[in-house]
Every structure is written in C-alpha cells, then in structure tokens.
C-alpha cells in the first residue's frame, strides 16, 4: 500500500506544485517496471470500480444513443491490472470491450485472470490489446464508449504534445456523437481537455463514494466528453 500511495501522491504533486520532479508516469518503462513488481493479477490504482458504477450506468445511457447497432463497443484506454473493463462487461450484457495498455505484461496478467475468474459469458465479450494509447492500431470510428480511469492524468505528465495526441487519437476512434468518460482526481479547474474543437460537448460530474476512496482526503471526477 505505500508504493501505490506514492505514487498516487507523486502524481497529484506533479500538477499542483512547481518545482516538484515526479517519476515519468507517462513512461512506458514506468509502468512496465510497476506491473513486473506486482504479485497481483488485478490491481487498482485508485478508485474502486463498483464506487463509479452509478455514474457510468446514465454514462451508457448517452452511449447507447451514439450506437446504430444492437451491441455498445467500449475501449477501456489504460487498462493496466483493473477490472473497470471486465466489470462493464458484466453490468452491460450489451456491451463488447476492449482493454488495452502499454504494457504487454499487464494485458497478459489481466486476460489470464479474466478468464480464470469470472463467467465464460463475461469473458468472451472482453477482448486485450498491447498498443500504444496515443497512436493506436484501431480503426477510425469504432466505439461508442472510450474509458480512461487516470490514463490522460498520467500521459498528460509527458508534456502538451503527448496530450493532445491522446485526446485527438480518443476523439479519432469513437464514432460521432460518441462518449469519451475520463475518470479522474484532478479538480475540475486543472484539467484542460474541455478546451479546443476536438468535442462538441463537455460537462462532469463528482463521485460521491468517500468509503470507496483508497487514499485519504481524495476526490473523484469523471469528466465526459462528446465527439
């Protein structure tokens, strides 16, 4: 648990205060380096899944206005050990994901718990990609939902350039009208995705779920975005 304190507060502090030199968590090798040092197969940085169901259950509502097709294809953008993913998959029986991350240790130690711990249901309507989240092999327009829990606060620390590269490469895969939730501890005042015209809307929400918060004093967002 101090590890993962640090480095949730190492990522706070590399916003909030100048001066303040934090790991690369926009790193590959960062993460790589994270994962190979966990004994677990799943893991969540912060935020438990279960405490932003509510939220992202009126989420899907919006998303399944942007889908022509019976089915919502979601991509869960920085997947690393969480099971956001899979467990969208067993609130939504509609719903195909996509997990995908950097680091291929992660998506191998996620599928292989996937597979060994929930419903062959569930897990055949999760699917797991290596890739790289700001150029990305996906085709243009193909997911009604894209999920990012702390991703874009992480790759953001790379610099302006990066960001932007991960907001443009997110608004490129999501078809028209599709929905971009970012799920994050950065107040709504320092974040900067709402600015520029890459989305045709842009408005959040606050996650009132301190029992589920892993660190004292945190609080939650999820920033939803429009193509």
Same mark, same amino acid.
């Given at each position: 648990?101090?590890?993962?304190?640090?480095?949730?507060?190492?990522?706070?502090?590399? $916003?909030?205060? $100048?001066?303040?030199?934090?790991?690369?968590?926009?790193?590959?090798?960062?993460?790589?380096?994270?994962?190979?040092?966990?004994?677990?197969?799943?893991?969540?940085?912060?935020? +438990?899944?279960?405490?932003?169901?509510?939220?992202?259950?009126?989420?899907?509502?919006?998303?399944?206005?942007?889908?022509?097709?019976?089915?919502?294809?979601? *991509?869960?953008?920085?997947?690393?050990?969480?099971?956001? =993913?899979?467990?969208? *998959?067993?609130?939504?029986?509609?719903?195909?994901?996509?997990?995908?991350?950097?680091?291929?240790?992660?998506?191998?130690? %996620?599928?292989?718990?996937?597979?060994?711990?929930?419903?062959?249901?569930?897990?055949?309507?999760?699917?797991?990609?290596?890739?790289?989240?700001?150029?990305?092999?996906?085709?243009? +327009?193909?997911? +009604?939902?894209?999920?990012?829990?702390?991703?874009?606060? *992480?790759?953001?620390?790379?610099?302006?350039?990066?960001?932007?590269?991960?907001?443009? +490469?997110?608004?490129?895969?999501?078809?028209? =009208?599709?929905?971009?939730?970012?799920?994050?501890?950065?107040?709504?005042?320092?974040?900067?995705?709402?600015?520029?015209? %890459?989305?045709?809307?842009?408005?959040?929400?606050?996650?009132?779920?301190?029992?589920?918060? $892993?660190?004292?004093?945190?609080?939650?967002?999820?920033?939803?975005?429009?193509?």
């Amino acid at each position: 648990m101090f590890v993962e304190k640090c480095v949730h507060s190492a990522i706070v502090l590399s $916003r909030t205060r $100048r001066g303040f030199h934090s790991p690369d968590f926009s790193s590959k090798s960062f993460w790589n380096i994270q994962y190979a040092k966990k004994k677990e197969q799943s893991f969540e940085w912060f935020i +438990e899944p279960d405490a932003i169901m509510p939220q992202l259950k009126e989420v899907m509502k919006e998303a399944d206005a942007a889908s022509a097709k019976n089915n919502i294809r979601i *991509a869960h953008l920085g997947s690393g050990l969480s099971l956001l =993913g899979v467990e969208l *998959a067993k609130a939504f029986e509609h719903a195909n994901i996509l997990n995908i991350d950097s680091s291929e240790m992660a998506v191998k130690k %996620l599928e292989k718990f996937v597979r060994s711990h929930y419903s062959k249901e569930v897990s055949n309507r999760c699917s797991y990609m290596c890739d790289d989240l700001i150029s990305t092999k996906l085709a243009c +327009e193909s997911f +009604e939902l894209c999920v990012d829990k702390g991703t874009y606060d *992480a790759i953001s620390r790379g610099g302006k350039t990066m960001e932007q590269a991960y907001l443009k +490469e997110v608004n490129r895969i999501l078809v028209p =009208g599709g929905l971009f939730a970012q799920i994050s501890n950065e107040p709504p005042e320092m974040v900067s995705f709402s600015r520029g015209s %890459l989305w045709s809307r842009y408005h959040h929400v606050s996650i009132d779920a301190p029992s589920c918060n $892993r660190f004292d004093g945190a609080e939650y967002w999820i920033y939803l975005l429009t193509k």
